[in-house]
């Protein structure tokens, strides 16, 4: 690996102006079920009540080695958490791959790495991964609902100063952020962060830690919006890279996340039988072509709402139904967003639906359906299981909301973990990057994602498969104008 980063990459100009694309996966909450299994099972009898009332931050607890440099809810859940950790390396691959292709070299040696991510089994497998290749990291949480506990609990007995437990308040989850960064004798020198406000922390409260800071690693749209915030501002001080935009993430994370998810989403909030319904999915893009792919795949009839006459024509040549939304709304069972805009279910069509007729919502948080416009005194709510409410109108009618509009699989489901590794696996490229690169390469700037790693990501999964890639010829090579070793497509090839 050292090999190749030595290998000069070609560095992708930044954009000239920041797409909004509406794109929220950096906060989505990641471990609804792992860690609802987990809690299950923890509260069956083996953590006393107390325990859960007693602020982390009034305890004193050491791990195993004696250190106290952390703050969780209870280190007595570590080896639990392990165990979790041990199951998310069996779907993540290309990290434990990357932990070996190093052979002993240490790409990250002399980093210290502060995160704010989801703290999960997932997350910490990046985070093991990132010590093993030489980092010292301290972390904490980038959303308070999805902290796994034992999770954190693992890291920190693994030797991981970690600062976050699930319900953590708002105000502790700043204390967290502040424990992290202003720690005696430790200076990052890399952030990886998810969202933004571990940078804007140190950028309001530790600005001159921004002399040390190779780079800044960013994954959600948020945290690249106030990234490009500080750019125009002209107070960017460090390189960032924007891994959200990079091409593995977008094909993979966006649609396989999707369709492996929305299936589980319906089903464990409603039980429907999916085979011979009748589905609309608003919007054709990567998240509506999973969805899509997921509801054929089980039987049910699907039509399209597209505004993009490209897209369109994508799901007319899948075989999908393009219609509008008024007409087809009063027929179907299942309405499902994924557009990334707002309104695109509104109270009118609310009215038209027919009764049963389930509402959810799979893009950008909660803007596609007009549920406020359900807060009418016409209208009874009725709560009918977590995540399901029924809307019920005057004359008996009612549908069926999900999550409140919010985003069905993240927060009904579980989301795949071996497309998160794939994020992940970017997340540790762009940090080793940052840290390696030449004096110069890179200058205090948001930079897309280098192609040649962008590829290596896809590598290193490829040999979870019995895959194997064809090489090019030298003939092939130069007729194409690409080297053999890649990139192979352009950095504008999306
Ligand atoms: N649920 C998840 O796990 C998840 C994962 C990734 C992204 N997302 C979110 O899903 C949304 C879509 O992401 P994407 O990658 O598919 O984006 P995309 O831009 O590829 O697709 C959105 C599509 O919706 C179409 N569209 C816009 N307004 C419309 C309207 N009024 N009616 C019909 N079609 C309309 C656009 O033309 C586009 O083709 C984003 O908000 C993103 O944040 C969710």
């Known amino acids: 690996i050292v090999f190749f980063l030595q290998q000069q990459i070609e560095v992708p100009q930044p954009p000239h102006e920041f797409k909004d694309r509406l794109t929220k996966t950096g906060h989505r909450s990641?471990?609804?079920?792992?860690?609802?299994?987990?809690?299950?099972?923890?509260?069956s009898g083996t953590k006393p009540h107390t325990d859960e009332e007693i602020s982390p931050q009034n305890k004193e607890q050491k791990n195993s080695k004696g250190s106290n440099d952390f703050c969780i809810r209870s280190i007595r859940q570590a080896a639990f958490g392990r165990r979790e950790i041990e199951m998310a390396e069996q779907e993540m691959p290309a990290l434990m791959m990357l932990r070996k292709a190093t052979q002993g070299e240490k790409p990250l040696a002399g980093a210290k790495i502060v995160g704010c991510t989801h703290i999960t089994a997932h997350t910490a497998v990046l985070i093991e991964t990132l010590s093993l290749l030489g980092a010292q990291c301290r972390w904490t949480a980038c959303n308070i609902y999805s902290i796994q506990n034992e999770v954190a609990a693992a890291l920190a007995e693994?030797?991981?100063?970690?600062?976050?437990?699930?319900?953590?308040s708002e105000e502790d989850y700043f204390w967290c952020i502040d424990k992290c960064v202003n720690a005696e004798g430790w200076e990052p020198n890399l952030i990886l962060d998810d969202g933004g406000d571990l940078t804007h922390w140190i950028y309001r409260k530790y600005p001159q830690l921004f002399e040390n800071i190779k780079g800044i690693v960013e994954e959600s749209v948020s945290g690249v919006h106030r990234l490009y915030q500080l750019y125009k501002a002209g107070k960017l001080c460090s390189p960032a890279i924007n891994v959200n935009e990079s091409v593995i993430k977008q094909k993979f994370d966006n649609f396989y996340c999707c369709k492996e998810s929305v299936l589980d989403g319906l089903k464990r909030t409603t039980d429907v039988t999916l085979s011979g319904k009748q589905v609309v999915v608003c919007g054709y893009g990567e998240v509506g072509k999973g969805c899509c792919a997921a509801l054929k795949g089980l039987?049910?009839?699907?039509?399209?709402?597209?505004?993009?006459?490209?897209?369109?024509?994508?799901?007319?040549?899948?075989?999908?139904?393009?219609?509008?939304?008024?007409?087809?709304?009063?027929?179907?069972?299942?309405?499902?967003?994924?557009?990334?805009?707002?309104?695109?279910?509104?109270?009118?069509?609310?009215?038209?639906?027919?009764?049963?007729?389930?509402?959810?919502?799979?893009?950008?948080?909660?803007?596609?359906?007009?549920?406020a416009s359900l807060l009418t005194p016409d209208l009874t709510w009725r709560r009918i299981r977590k995540h399901v409410d029924h809307i019920v109108w005057p004359d008996g009618k009612q549908i069926v909301l999900l999550a409140k509009g919010r985003l069905l699989n993240l927060s009904c489901s579980t989301v795949p973990v071996y497309v998160l590794c794939i994020t992940a696996t970017t997340q540790a490229l762009a940090l080793i990057e940052l840290f390696n690169a030449p004096e110069g390469r890179y200058k205090q700037d948001i930079y897309m994602f280098p192609k040649k790693l962008d590829e290596y990501v896809a590598v290193l999964h490829l040999q979870s498969y019995d895959a194997h890639l064809t090489e090019l010829t030298d003939e092939q090579a130069k007729y194409m104008g690409v080297n053999k070793s890649g990139p192979f497509k352009p950095s504008y090839y999306r």
């Open 158 to 168: 693994g030797g991981v100063p970690v600062f976050a437990w699930k319900g953590e």
């Open 30 to 43: 990641l471990s609804c079920s792992l860690s609802r299994s987990s809690t299950d099972n923890l509260s």
């Open 299 to 371: 039987g049910a009839i699907v039509y399209v709402t597209e505004i993009d006459p490209i897209c369109a024509l994508q799901a007319c040549m899948e075989g999908l139904q393009l219609a509008r939304l008024n007409d087809v709304i009063k027929m179907v069972d299942i309405v499902i967003t994924c557009t990334g805009n707002k309104n695109v279910v509104t109270r009118e069509l609310l009215e038209s639906m027919k009764s049963g007729c389930i509402v959810c919502n799979m893009g950008h948080s909660n803007t596609e359906i007009d549920v």
